[in-house]
């Protein structure tokens, strides 16, 4: 039977870990916009007044316009409210290091990209007589965007993972079970793939490859490679439950995730609805903290874990793989 996922209470151990996690990741991001807005801050007498602050179709020629304040003010307001932002998430949903890496990865970009964006906006403008004359490169954009990655993939190592946690109790004596005798192994193995938002994404790629051929800024054609590698880390799973527990990769092997046997309280199918108890597709953080690999609507896997965590994985399948699972717990307890 299925029944639908609801918030969990957790016994909030891991809150000072999460609060570290978002101190050092926000200042980060802020310390890094303070000091490109004091290089910027620098150059004011060598840029020209209003600034190019958006550029058209084709980057030919910019076609918005406004003060060095116009352009600094909202794009740290961004920043402070992006930070604000994943701070929540941390601090109010933080329970699984995964979701404290995406907070710390998420805030250094943010940072990285902001800072990078306000240098390279003003820098193409110093000693400009007439910023209509300012002309956006499609290379150095894409640096813009891909170059900030580095430090956020740094930031996401060093959130550091969960600590042991071995469960104090049995499993729930009413959870399903698969008759295994003494000795006997048994493995299951699942794919998890596809779904609406790896149907979005191709959209999105596709688009974004016509408009780079029309536009003749080749540079665009990054963003589809950088898609594909999203795809491929984001839309297709391995789920395989043996006897250390629930492992769960992508298909380059990263983001991943690994519930040891003996920290499993109870594994159950549920229904799952990404877009309202995940607000989308992927490797998402829902309500209550829940975590997931949501591809697409219909039974999952819940693992609900010791620390008031819990994570779920839409699969094939899923009441068998409980089972198992449920089983192999039991024997970890001897």
Known sequence: MMTRIVPTLDDRSWQPRARRVVLWSSVFALVAVAVALAV????????????????????????????????????????????????????LRGAAAVTRRMVAGSSVWLGGFTASLLLFVTGTQ??????????LSGW??????????????????????????????????????????????????????????????????????????????WALLTVPVLLAALFAVMF??????????????????????????DEVERASVVQVEPLREFGGWGWRVGRGGRVGVVLRSGAGLLVERTGGRSFVVTVDDAATGAALLNTLADRSRR
């Not at 190019?52 to 030919?60: C, E, L, Q, R, V």
């Not at 110093?126 to 002309?135: E, F, I, K, M």
């Open 236 to 261: 297709a799973y391995t789920v395989r439950v043996d006897a250390t527990g629930l492992t769960v990769r992508s298909l380059l092997g990263r983001p991943g995730t690994h519930i040891p046997a």
């Open 40 to 91: 910027v801050w620098s150059w004011r007498d060598t840029l020209p007044d209003p600034l190019a602050s958006h550029w058209g179709p084709g980057a030919d020629a910019p076609d918005g316009f406004t003060s060095l304040p116009g352009l600094v003010f909202p794009t740290v307001a961004l920043v402070i409210l992006g930070c604000a932002a994943f701070g929540a998430i941390g601090l």
């Open 126 to 135: 110093r000693d400009l007589a007439d910023p209509s004359q300012a002309r």
């Open 140 to 217: 150095a954009l894409a640096a813009v965007i891909v170059l900030p990655l580095v430090p956020a993939a740094v930031a996401a190592l060093l959130a550091g993972g969960d600590r042991p946690a071995p469960a104090t109790t049995p499993v729930a004596a009413d959870a399903a079970r698969i008759a295994l005798t003494d000795g006997e192994r048994a493995v299951w193995i699942r794919r998890a793939n596809g779904g609406p938002g790896l149907i979005v994404g191709a959209v999105v790629a596709v688009a974004t490859v016509v408009l780079a051929v029309v536009l003749r800024e």
